[in-house]
């Protein structure tokens, strides 16, 4: 059986990552444990989160991977390598994790730790040091046989000199200039740096790796809130910038009539566009002033490129504003604004309650409460 480059380098990689696994061992004292540490979770854990009624919620955490990143005397803080439940948070005040990729762990035999763990000592260039604020799960490099990281006029890759070729390099020569340097998809670099990343959190950490560098190194993201008519004329699809994203696409882009409840109702709801250099809209996202409870929530992000997402999120963490919608909300309403027919299409609010449980007219996005209401259509 004859199997190509590709192929055995994947089963290279897969035995690799099956070994790094069979490696970790059971520790209960937690003195055993120190910040660096490669660690497996089990069981669940309860975390606290404005999400839920009660404040806590019971997260999965079996089998997830991640590194210590400090130890106190009653507990452990991690850093997971994937995205695998929307209930992680920044639980320690020490981390400094803007998307939420840690949690507290107080019982320690839901740990265990990985014995043969690789110190590899990586350099990273200035740039790379800003951008990689945005990824947070290379906080800790786990593996890699790459070194002197920088970034290349493009957004999508990295350059490095690899163990092998820097061994070549004379005393006179400077690895960040060298010819020996290569460069590699940064999707192709986080793989290596850490091969427990799934298909989903690679997907993400790329578009976060994306956003930083066109925040950061291009200057990119020019931001603004905009009210009133103001949104109706950023919905127009003529002051959109060109492309095949989820803006260009949306429904509403061309129905300019049926936003009159966004534009009249300017202390509750505006908008947080994304402009370019020539004042064309890379994307936007309806914000809401909620009343129950006391929030501030940014509705679904519409972007041209889907990098520019992530650019909303960590605006929004800034402002400590909500964008998760997992909880019931409810946006109290002067009057009656109509039926589907004369409205528009909704992301999150799309339930317009007649005077329901509160005595109010209000939008929400659950339908507890509501004996008589518009139901409108979901973008």
């Known amino acids: 059986?004859?199997?190509?480059?590709?192929?055995r380098q994947m089963c290279i990689r897969d035995r690799y990552i099956i070994n790094m696994i069979s490696n970790f061992k059971i520790f209960e004292d937690i003195v055993n444990f120190k910040p660096g540490d490669r660690v497996v979770t089990h069981g669940t854990v309860a975390v606290w989160t404005q999400l839920a009624e009660n404040g806590y919620v019971?997260?999965?955490?079996d089998g997830q991977t991640g590194t210590i990143h400090y130890?106190?005397?009653s507990e452990v803080g991690v850093v997971f390598d994937n995205y695998f439940t929307p209930f992680l948070n920044d639980l320690y005040r020490g981390l400094k994790i803007?998307?939420?990729?840690?949690?507290?762990?107080?019982?320690l035999e839901k740990l265990e730790r990985n014995f043969n763990k690789n110190d590899a000592n990586m350099i990273f260039s200035e740039n790379v040091k800003k951008i990689l604020e945005y990824v947070e799960y290379m906080r800790y490099t786990i593996y890699s046989e790459l070194n002197f990281i920088d970034i290349s006029d493009k957004p999508d890759f990295i350059t490095f000199i690899s163990t092998e070729r820097l061994k070549r390099l004379t005393q006179d020569?400077?690895?960040w200039t060298s010819n020996l340097r290569q460069e590699t998809r940064i999707g192709r670099f986080l793989q290596i740096i850490n091969p427990y990343t799934n298909k989903i959190s690679l997907d993400r950490k790329i578009?976060?790796?994306k956003s930083a560098y066109n925040s950061i190194i291009l200057n990119?993201?020019?931001?603004?809130?905009?009210?009133?008519?103001?949104?109706?004329y950023w919905y127009n699809e003529l002051n959109y910038q060109h492309g095949q994203g989820s803006l260009n696409k949306s429904c509403m882009r061309d129905k300019l009539d049926k936003l009159n409840i966004y534009r009249y109702n300017p202390d509750k709801i505006s908008m947080l566009i994304m402009v370019n250099e020539e004042n064309k809209l890379l994307g936007r996202s309806l914000l809401w002033k909620v009343d129950i409870p006391e929030v501030t929530y940014m509705d679904r992000v519409y972007t041209v490129y889907d990098e520019d997402v992530a650019a909303f999120h960590q605006y929004a963490k800034q402002k400590s504003w909500e964008f998760v919608n997992n909880y019931r909300m409810v946006v109290f309403m002067k009057r009656d604004w109509g039926d589907a027919k004369i409205n528009p299409y909704m992301d999150t609010f799309n339930i317009f309650c007649l005077e329901g449980e509160?005595?109010?007219n209000y939008l929400t996005n659950r339908f507890e409460g509501c004996t008589e209401y518009y139901e409108y259509d979901e973008a």
Not at 1 to 7: E, L
Not at 100 to 105: H, S
Not at 222 to 227: G, I, L, N, P, Q
């Open 358 to 360: 509160d005595g109010e």
């Open 71 to 73: 130890v106190n005397q």
């Open 173 to 175: 020569d400077d690895p």
């Open 207 to 209: 578009n976060l790796y």
């Open 58 to 61: 019971n997260v999965d955490i």
């Open 1 to 7: 059986h004859v199997r190509s480059r590709r192929q």
């Open 98 to 107: 803007e998307r939420g990729l840690a949690l507290r762990i107080s019982n």
């Open 220 to 232: 990119k993201y020019h931001f603004r809130e905009v009210d009133g008519y103001d949104i109706v």
